[in-house]
């Protein structure tokens, strides 16, 4: 209840921030940028934009890498929201991270190839994620490279806005630290909640999207992994192997383990039996780059 209450009074700020400053810089902004996750949140802000009930008309997917980002996303991206956006005349694209080089650099590729750091919320042995450069580096950052070259400057920063809704408004705080780029929340000014975005993409006539995260993300859910393991048992595998991986060169190294869950031991013992409930709740990706 008490977390309820605070939960809306964050909503209400939030709200009303996001209220005036939208309409403070709508004056003399040159960019406004939807940071398109490939979740309900994302893909709702899409269909309401469509309705004109929303202003974005740029929409930015910050793809990780096709052998990061969950399938079911990529899937969902290319075969539902990419048509969906081309037919109501919103433009919707892929940003990805490059290297020095210009090649693009997917997550699960600096993963294996880095040796000192991990960049995902890996977690530690008491179970909590440790540090990350994931969500900076593979979406902020290149997020704000577009909107830097799309017009946006220190003096007249460009707007993005994230899709945070209400059930996890405790994600938002307009806090960046790109000096040529402000967030906004307009499903916090909205007043939506996750399941109201499932109905707005149902009602426009479109399939709900599965969650978005890399299928490899440390703040899973027990309940995620357990799915994953079911219906996609050869993800599930892969996700597995990726940690062996990571702590067999963490032992060459002389370094402690590490884990994809909280539970302080391999991923496919922590699931080997089929359990149905787990005493856990989650941590989130604060940013709502991730997951929405
Ligand atoms: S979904 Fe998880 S692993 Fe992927 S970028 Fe976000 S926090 Fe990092």
Redesign the pocket.
Known sequence: MAHNVKQEKVVRLLADEASSFSCLLDAVSPVQVMSFGGGVQSVAILVLSAQGKLPYKHFLFAN?GDD?EYPGTLEYFRHVALPFAESEGLHLWEVRRRMKDGTPET?IGRLRRTKSSIS??IRMQNGAPGN?T??TD??IKVIAKELKEMGATKENPGIVGIGISTDEAHRANNRTVIAWERTEYPLLKLRLSRSDCARIIRDAGLPEPPKS??W????HRPSEWQRLQREEPELFQKAVELERFINERRRRLGKDSVWLTRFGKPLDEVFSVTQTELPFELDN?ESGY??T
Not at 216 to 219: A, D, G, L, Q
């Open positions: 990780v990061s997550l995902i919320p990350r994931c969500t593979f979406k995260a890399c490899f993300c440390p703040f990706c991730c997951m």
